[in-house]
């Protein structure tokens, strides 16, 4: 079955940077594109960012475009979050889904805190 595991999540301090790693199974992962969706506490699911299968096309939040960087590695099955100059408002649970949204990893936690 289709299975998605998140890692890379922390305390870090604003200003800082993260990446986040999401290793899927359980499906031919080059042939679908992927997001990363995150939720802060208190609040619903916002969409971070999406990659297409190829990695040529990708797409952000306004709140985190300039700063995040989606990738996938089609070779090691596994999608990437790179994370600059992070800000509180930041903090979060952060999801990988795909294919369509259809399956969700346990999400990691990532904290930006002093």
């Known amino acids: 079955q289709v299975q998605l595991v998140e890692s890379g999540g922390g305390l870090v301090q604003p200003g800082r940077s993260l990446r986040l790693s999401c290793a899927a199974s359980?499906?031919?992962?080059?042939?679908?594109?992927m997001h990363w969706v995150r939720q802060a506490p208190g609040e619903g699911l916002e969409w971070v960012s999406g990659?297409?299968?190829?990695?040529?096309?990708?797409a952000y939040a306004e709140s985190v475009k300039g700063r995040f960087t989606i990738s996938r590695d089609n070779a090691k099955n596994t999608l990437y979050l790179q994370m600059n100059s992070l800000e509180s408002e930041d903090t979060a649970i952060y999801y990988c889904?795909?294919?369509?949204?259809?399956?969700w990893g346990q999400g990691t936690q990532v904290t930006v805190s002093l």
């Open positions: 359980g499906f031919t992962f080059s042939s679908y594109g």
């Open positions: 990659i297409n299968t190829g990695g040529d096309y990708t």
């Open positions: 889904t795909g294919p369509g949204f259809g399956s």
